[in-house]
C-alpha cells in the first residue's frame, strides 16, 4: 500500500474525511501533527468533493507522498500505488 500525509488542521480535515469515505483508503489517527491516508490501488479524490479551495488544494500533498501522482489540476488528484524506492 501507498499512501500521503495530510496536515492535521482543519483547512485539511476535509481532504482526510473524503478519503475516508472511499474504500481503498485507510486514514490512520493523527501522529506528530499529520494524519496518514494509506491507499490501494489507484485513487481519485475530486476537489469538488472536498470543499478546498484552490490554494489549500494545490498545498494538499505538501506533507510528503509514498505513491505516485498520475493526475494533479484544479479539479482532480488522482494517485496510484507503487513499490518504487522513495
Known amino acids: 500500500m501507498s499512501g500521503f500525509f495530510v496536515l492535521d488542521v482543519p483547512e485539511f480535515s476535509a481532504l482526510a474525511h473524503v478519503a475516508e469515505q472511499n474504500p481503498n483508503c485507510v486514514v490512520h489517527p ?25 490554494a489549500v488544494w494545490f498545498g494538499c500533498l505538501t ?24
Do not use: C, M, W
Open 30 to 54: 493523527a501522529g506528530g501533527g499529520y494524519r496518514y491516508v494509506q491507499f490501494h490501488g489507484a485513487i481519485d479524490i475530486r476537489r469538488q468533493d472536498t470543499g478546498l479551495s484552490e
Open 63 to 86: 506533507g510528503g507522498l509514498d505513491g505516485k501522482i498520475d493526475t494533479f489540476n484544479k479539479d482532480v488528484i488522482r494517485l496510484v500505488e507503487t513499490n518504487e524506492p522513495i
